[in-house]
């Protein structure tokens, strides 16, 4: 199976967990709700920052604002508002959200030279993966009913019985290879949150 249909298996499980077994969100938009107007005057959607509970937009701000003080002490002539981009893996593991690249913070931004982030850039984006990494855990825990702290083959095939998928045992053997680094065949919450990342669930 290729590592294209792999993603796509995944993905798609991951969205009918979601999608199917709806839960009461820890995410709840601020009394204050804005909506972005492009030039044309349609409305986008709600940008992630105003998804977020209030007490986890403060703590994504203390952390670049840390990080941010951080970086100034180790160089005089940094910015005053200016993340650089080479300094976002430490306040990203502080907010629990481990693994993330830089590379993947200039495809989120659509910017390869990408080099410093404002306070506004790393709220949105930290504001995401929180997102993500919520939902990945929900899926986590809907597949590992009996609660083993790790997702094996019989869940992956419970959940395609009930989807009314029929994927072969050898297929679902490849996913579990194809999304586990280790070789060991278990699945844990870290692996859900890279493979949400990995198809931008």
């Given at each position: 199976?290729?590592?294209?249909?792999?993603?796509g298996?995944i993905?798609?499980v991951?969205s009918w967990?979601?999608?199917?077994?709806?839960f009461v969100e820890?995410f709840?938009a601020?009394?204050k709700?804005?909506k972005?107007?492009?030039?044309?005057g349609i409305r986008?959607?709600?940008?992630?920052?105003d998804?977020?509970?209030?007490?986890?937009r403060?703590e994504?701000?203390?952390?670049?604002q840390t990080?941010l003080?951080?970086s100034k002490s180790?160089?005089?002539?940094?910015?005053?508002?200016?993340?650089?981009?080479?300094?976002?893996k430490?306040p990203?593991k502080?907010?629990?959200?481990p693994g993330?690249?830089?590379?993947?913070?200039?495809?989120?931004?659509?910017?390869?030279?990408?080099?410093?982030?404002?306070?506004d850039m790393?709220?949105?984006?930290?504001?995401?993966?929180s997102m993500?990494?919520?939902?990945?855990?929900?899926?986590?825990?809907?597949?590992?009913k009996?609660k083993k702290?790790v997702v094996?083959?019989e869940?992956?095939?419970?959940?395609?019985?009930?989807?009314?998928?029929e994927i072969?045992?050898e297929?679902l053997?490849?996913?579990?290879?194809f999304a586990d680094s280790s070789?060991?065949?278990?699945?844990?919450?870290?692996?859900f949150?890279?493979i949400?990342?990995k198809t931008?669930?």
């Open positions: 199976m290729s590592d294209r249909r792999c993603n298996l993905f798609f991951f967990v979601i999608i199917h077994h709806p820890r709840q601020p009394v709700k804005r972005r107007k492009l030039s044309s986008t959607a709600t940008p992630p920052e998804l977020i509970e209030h007490s986890r403060k994504i701000l203390m952390s670049f990080a003080e951080l180790g160089d005089k002539s940094a910015s005053d508002k200016l993340l650089p981009i080479s300094c976002i430490k990203l502080k907010l629990q959200l993330v690249a830089t590379h993947e913070v200039k495809r989120y931004f659509g910017d390869d030279s990408l080099e410093t982030l404002d306070v790393f709220l949105r984006f930290a504001a995401e993966k993500q990494i919520e939902k990945s855990n929900r899926a986590f825990e809907l597949m590992d009996a702290g094996v083959f869940d992956l095939q419970r959940v395609c019985v009930e989807l009314g998928e072969s045992e297929e053997v490849e996913m579990i290879e070789g060991e065949g278990l699945l844990s919450p870290k692996h949150f890279r949400a990342r931008n669930l």
